[in-house]
């Protein structure tokens, strides 16, 4: 394996390829599909066992913005293992991890570490000030936000598929957050519901530039091992600023007087709880970037705010939540707007095999042509000297 890659030259897709590296972001990559299936698992069960561990936490007495800001990046040495195993341990990949790092990548992933980092912090603050239907209300404006990003940052083109799907998925969420309305606490005060209303719009704000920014820095990258590398430093830089933060406001001191003397379930469930919410928050955040790598920004940002549905579904089958009209309707426009989108992907998929089956066809006849007027040319030669 070619090692001479400098330091401050990204390798080529030509490089990659002549040092064994499969391009896995080509739709014709064996690894594709697995890869594919495996981040979007990854992303539901990430997505609804965060959400559901979240609300234990806070049912419970649980109510530290901190932790719930450091629980969504503390998860990054569960990373450790797949990037580092495969090839010291099992020897089963010629590409040392970070190899390909440049100095530019590892800024740009620590620049991008901060972003998320105050993401989180953004969305605990909002959470712990806003009842649920006003932040999900706030959030849903999330996706259209991605869309203009998407065609501002990376040229995402505009089709009938994924603006009908942002339409309906926005809608579902519209609804969802009118039908919990009763989550409305009556003496919450203006000052808090104010810092509580732009934290939770900043958040949406700064998750929707992320997901572009990340297919950006993403259409450099053509193994999922680098991605992983990437979300690495990028979660210890957020985790970092989590860190900094919780130290400087008395977090830690806090966090041990909440598992001792205010959640009602005691210190050993209280750590069980937040180990759960670090794992399930690594699992959804990394099948986020996976997605992203593998798809779009814009594919992503809808695939989590589908998830919105099951969410509702997992909290009414654990907590036994009221599931009324309008969450019934919030559903059914969640599943119509995901599956619309997932047709629309399917269609575009289908012409572009048809088109490639096309080009190769021709250039097989212009092949064909060739090699018929050769020849023709060699037999009149032939002829002529005869």
Same mark, same amino acid.
């Not at 932790?67 to 990373?79: D, E, K």
């Not at 779009?296 to 809808?302: E, R």
């Given at each position: 394996m070619n090692k001479t890659t400098t330091a401050t030259t990204p390798p080529t897709r030509t490089q990659l390829h002549g040092q064994g590296v499969e391009d896995q972001k080509a739709k014709t990559s064996k690894s594709y599909?697995?890869?594919? !299936? +495996?981040?979007?698992?990854c992303l539901f069960v990430g997505s609804v066992s965060a959400s559901l561990l979240s609300k234990y936490y806070f049912n419970h007495k649980g109510s530290s913005r901190w !932790?719930?800001?450091?629980?969504? *990046?503390?998860?990054?040495?569960?990373?450790l293992p797949p990037i580092f195993l495969p090839y010291y341990l099992f020897k089963c990949t010629d590409r040392r991890p970070f190899s390909h790092f440049t100095t530019k990548v590892l800024t740009l992933s620590i620049l991008v570490g901060f972003l998320l980092g105050l993401n989180n912090l953004l969305f605990s603050w909002g959470n712990s000030y806003l009842p649920v239907s006003t932040s999900a209300l706030l959030l849903?404006?999330?996706l259209l936000f991605n869309l203009v990003f998407s065609v501002i940052i990376v040229k995402q083109k505009i089709t009938f598929s994924n603006l009908n799907c942002v339409i309906l998925l926005t809608l579902s969420s519209v609804l969802l957050a009118l039908g919990s309305s009763h989550d409305k606490s009556p003496d919450l005060p203006k000052s808090k519901y104010f810092i509580g209303f732009f934290c939770t719009v900043g958040a949406g704000l700064l998750f929707a530039l992320y997901l572009p920014v990340m297919e950006m820095i993403y259409k450099k990258v053509y193994c999922y091992s680098m991605v992983m590398e990437m979300q690495l430093v990028m979660e210890i830089a957020a985790t970092a600023l989590a860190t900094v933060g919780m130290a400087s406001d008395g977090g830690y001191p806090e966090m041990k007087r909440e598992a001792q003397t205010v959640y009602d379930k005691g210190p050993v469930v209280? *750590?069980?709880t937040i180990i759960g919410n670090v794992v399930t928050w690594q699992l959804c955040f990394m099948g986020t970037a996976g997605m992203v790598f593998l798809t779009?920004?814009? +594919? /992503?940002?809808?695939s989590m705010t589908a998830i919105l549905a099951m969410n509702v579904i997992a909290g009414v089958v654990v907590? /036994?939540?009221s599931f009324g009209g309008v969450k019934a309707v919030s559903t059914v426009l969640c599943a119509w707007g995901f599956c619309s989108y997932v047709y629309g992907m399917y269609v575009k998929l289908k012409l572009q095999?048809?088109?490639k089956f096309g080009e190769a066809e021709k250039v097989e006849s212009q092949k064909e042509m060739v090699q018929i007027n050769v020849t023709t040319a060699a037999a009149a030669a032939a002829d002529a000297s005869v």
């Open positions: 599909l697995v890869l594919l !299936v +495996t981040n979007y698992l !932790v719930s800001t450091w629980v969504q *990046c503390a998860g990054f040495p569960l990373l849903s404006s999330q209280y *750590c069980l779009s920004s814009l +594919t /992503g940002g809808i907590y /036994g939540d095999e048809k088109e």
